[in-house]
């Protein structure tokens, strides 16, 4: 079992920057694919930015150059870098996962964290 526990929303103006993070319980290394989605009120889940194994980071359209995805192998996090943010970056940001297993490949989120930009 993967526990995934995303850390560092909140509260931000627009035009600032926040930092996600989401800690797993296993070593990310064994994850077949890492990615961040947010959900934002009255609309459904979209994906925001990741990655799968041997590939390059995928970006939103609506986060490309803004966002920044990033992992630590060290202290076994997902991270997402939040800058110049608006209004339509509000949202609960969720942590995603996919392992390989003997019976196929097994999603594991996290519980979402708020991030709200307003002045």
């Known amino acids: 079992q993967v526990q995934l526990v995303e850390s560092g929303g909140g509260l931000v103006q627009p035009g600032g920057s926040l930092t996600l993070s989401c800690a797993s319980s296993?070593?990310?290394?064994?994850?077949?694919?890492m990615c961040w989605y947010r959900q934002a009120p009255g609309k459904q889940r979209e994906f925001v930015a990741g990655?799968?194994?041997?590939?390059?980071?995928n970006y939103a359209d609506s986060v490309k150059g803004r966002y920044t995805f990033s992992r630590d192998y060290v202290q076994n996090t997902v991270d997402l870098q939040l800058r110049r943010v608006n209004t339509e970056d509000t949202a609960v940001y969720y942590c995603?996962?996919?392992?390989?297993?003997?019976?196929?490949?097994?999603?594991?989120w996290g519980q979402g964290i708020q991030v709200t930009v307003s002045s």
């Open positions: 995603n996962v996919a392992m390989e297993s003997p019976v196929g490949t097994i999603d594991f």
């Open positions: 296993v070593k990310i290394a064994s994850f077949k694919a």
């Open positions: 990655i799968v194994s041997g590939g390059t980071t």
